[in-house]
């Protein structure tokens, strides 16, 4: 099976810097990109004087995650791709568990246990042992409710089925990236790969978490808690179940999720942070200027109704107190 790594790169010459040996020393066999989404930090002088032997894609702007990836691995052919953030640092046969689950089983999608770079016991905020939703949409992880991180005790160590991987360590067939036509560009960046692997559960797909392979994830280096990731995450979020919830629960569910909006605009305002607050409008705005177009993204026939894992994420959360996947 032909893999290639490749790493998405916007003016990140230190992380390069940093994190690239990791990934040289431990790609076996396995070829290594970097798309360069139009940096302007000399990353691409960078690479070519001190890794010559990393291939790359050289975009001519930065079109974000979605449509960074979307073009440059137009260039890049592999039966299967590693999608991999350019802030992560892998280790020593973390690539075996994953090409094994590939070349084993009918899976599409996968991701390795990602822990936090810093605290390295603890589980990663982004995609931890695996992803989920709840009914409304909300997104959680084994080893990650909401912002609470469990201490890694290899309690996910096992490989199990999740609704969604993270893109910061995303494995994908090239024939279902390609089946898919890759990320919704729209999004630009944040939940494209939920919404990618909304869209794989869809047609019959299987996501994994593979606990035999761990990488550490430093997180929040491409854009960190800000009014901007605010309305990314709101606005993504709700185009992505304007495209994917079943029909019959799509506007009853889209009511609610409309109301919780509403309430962390309120609690944005309370608090005084007032551009959260007013980006929340926004990403409303634009959600209801683009519903034509968005809803006629919905895939044809499906109906997968029971998508979710939880009914409300939020209830068992903030009311019930559950903190960890497994009390759920």
Known sequence: MKLAIVILNWNGKKLLEEFLPSIIRYADSADVYVIDNASTDDSVVFLTHAFPTIKQVVLTENFGFAKGY???????????????????????????????????????????????????????????????????????????????????????????????????????????WKELGGFDEDFFMHQEEIDFCWRAFNVGKITQSVGASVVYHVGGASLSPSPRKTYYNHRNS??????????????????????????????????????????????????????????????????????????????NHFILRKSKFLDL
């Open 70 to 176: 979307n073009e440059g691995l137009k260039q890049i052919d592999a039966d299967l791709y590693c999608l991999l953030n350019n802030d992560v640092e892998v280790t020593e046969n973390w690539l075996k568990p994953l090409i094994q689950a590939f070349e084993k089983t009918d899976v599409s999608i996968a991701q390795p246990l990602l822990l936090q770079h810093k605290e390295r016991s603890r589980f990663d905020y982004a995609g931890a042992a695996g992803g989920f939703i709840d009914k409304l949409g909300f997104p959680y992880c084994r080893g990650r409710i909401f912002n609470v991180l469990e201490e890694n005790t290899n309690q996910y160590n096992e490989t199990q089925n999740c609704f969604w991987a993270s893109g910061a360590c995303f494995f994908v067939r090239q024939k279902v």
């Open 238 to 315: 709700l185009w992505m179940m304007l495209k994917n919830l079943p029909k019959a629960s799509l506007f009853p569910i889209l009511l609610l999720r409309f109301i919780l909006d509403g309430i962390a605009g309120i609690q944005y305002l309370l608090k005084g942070k007032f551009a959260s607050f007013f980006m929340v409008i926004k990403a409303h705005l634009v959600v209801y200027a683009t519903l034509k177009r968005t809803i006629n993204k919905r895939q044809a026939g499906f109906s997968k109704k029971q998508y979710f894992h939880q009914r409300n994420i939020v209830w």
